[in-house]
């Protein structure tokens, strides 16, 4: 039986091998993908965490995970797979996840 992989959960991910200027190492990425997904497929949908902040780009959104300041790459959004996430090491907060969710839609939306 496998874990439970919640959405706005920040979980340490293997992000290796990457290609081109894709964000790569292990780092933190939060799930975006709807429990119900998270539950029943292989694979989730994350976007990752970087430290490098780049706070006028209107493509991330600042935020704080494990106590430190870092930014939530919306714009290197992917699905990875379940086996690449080690643990869970902070959850985003709902005002951040409803930021998080309006960027999406307005990024990838109609």
């Known amino acids: 039986m496998s874990r439970a992989i919640e959405r706005y959960g920040i979980y340490l991910a293997d992000l290796d091998p990457t290609r081109g200027r894709e964000i790569a190492k292990t780092r933190p990425v939060v799930v975006v993908s709807l429990d119900a997904m998270n539950r029943h497929l292989d694979t989730v949908v994350v976007c990752p965490l970087t430290t490098r902040r780049h706070p ?6 600042q935020c704080a995970c494990a ?7 919306v714009d290197q959004i992917r699905t990875v ?6 643990r869970r090491v902070d959850r985003l907060a709902p005002s951040l996840a409803a930021q998080l969710r309006q960027l999406i839609t307005e990024m990838y939306g109609e």
């Not at 106590?67 to 790459?73: C, F, L």
């Open 56 to 61: 006028r780009w209107r493509s991330r959104i």
């Open 67 to 73: 106590g430190r300041r870092a930014e939530v790459a």
């Open 81 to 86: 797979s379940k086996e690449r996430l080690g």
